[in-house]
């Protein structure tokens, strides 16, 4: 039994750096691709958005100096990197990719088209969407968003590194205490950071519940669509 038909997995770019403190571990992306064959095996609709973290953020590139929109650009260009690996580490085991673009750039990949993105999904492809919204100011979090909303998702699953959402930073407050699930009203009126706000917004208003669990532990993306209560449900 499977928990949801359609997901949008938001995966962290800085996760990828494994213990690594730049660019892409292999064992990572090798934990990663594994996971995700294990839900596409139970016959999950599978679209995926990365963040460039790992290999640039436009916002830190513009705090040094960088203009703000070529960095961001740089940005949706690193998150082109990190779907072309994952991609690639998925058709090595076996399964069916295809990576998307905001921003035309074929033969890298294709340009991107809800309806084809659907379609690609109900025949078993993974669609791997990359370039964020492909539109500068606008992060990793609100591209998966906006993707999410598009495809029909039954849920965003945020993969992070921590287990959900806590009442503050549990890495810098051992206090902290980790919410099962929240409503959109109670992450603004507590200022929590689940995401930016636009991709809150966006989906509080669209009616994407999110679900934040810890993606760097083996089995655990497994779990969360076979019901299991690991993370924090972000809804209505």
């Not at 993974?126 to 100011?137: A, D, E, H, K, R």
């Not at 929590?192 to 809150?200: E, F, I, R, S």
């Not at 999110?210 to 972000?234: A, C, H, P, Q, R």
Request: glycine share 12%; with cysteine; proline share 2%.
């Amino acid at each position: 039994m499977v928990k949801f038909k359609r997901i949008l997995l938001k995966l962290s770019g800085e996760s990828l750096m494994g213990k690594q403190n730049y660019g892409i571990d292999a064992e990572r992306l090798s934990d990663y691709a594994r996971q995700i064959k294990e839900v596409h095996d139970m016959g999950v609709q599978i679209g995926i958005v990365i963040g460039g973290g790992n290999i640039f953020r436009g916002l830190s590139g513009s705090q040094k100096g960088f203009d703000r929109v070529k960095g961001d650009q740089m940005g949706m260009c690193a998150t082109v990197i990190n779907s072309l690996a994952l991609s690639s580490a998925l058709g090595a085991i076996g399964v069916k990719t295809k990576v998307m673009t905001a921003i035309r750039m074929e033969p890298i990949g294709e340009f991107y088209n809800k309806w084809k993105a659907i379609e690609a999904m109900e025949n078993g492809t993974i669609c791997i969407f990359s370039c964020g919204t492909g539109s500068p100011y606008f992060t990793t979090d609100t591209g998966s968003s906006l993707r999410g909303i598009e495809i029909e998702a039954d849920v965003m699953l945020k993969g992070t590194r921590v287990d959900g959402v806590y009442t503050a930073d549990p890495e810098k407050d051992p206090t902290a205490q980790k919410f099962d699930e929240i409503t959109f009203d109670e992450i603004y009126h507590r200022h929590l950071k689940v995401m930016d706000l636009t991709a809150t917004t966006m989906c509080r208003e669209n009616h994407l519940p999110i679900y934040v669990f810890n993606m760097d532990v083996y089995g655990n993306l497994k779990k969360v669509i076979s019901g299991e209560s690991i993370g924090t449900l972000v809804h209505d």
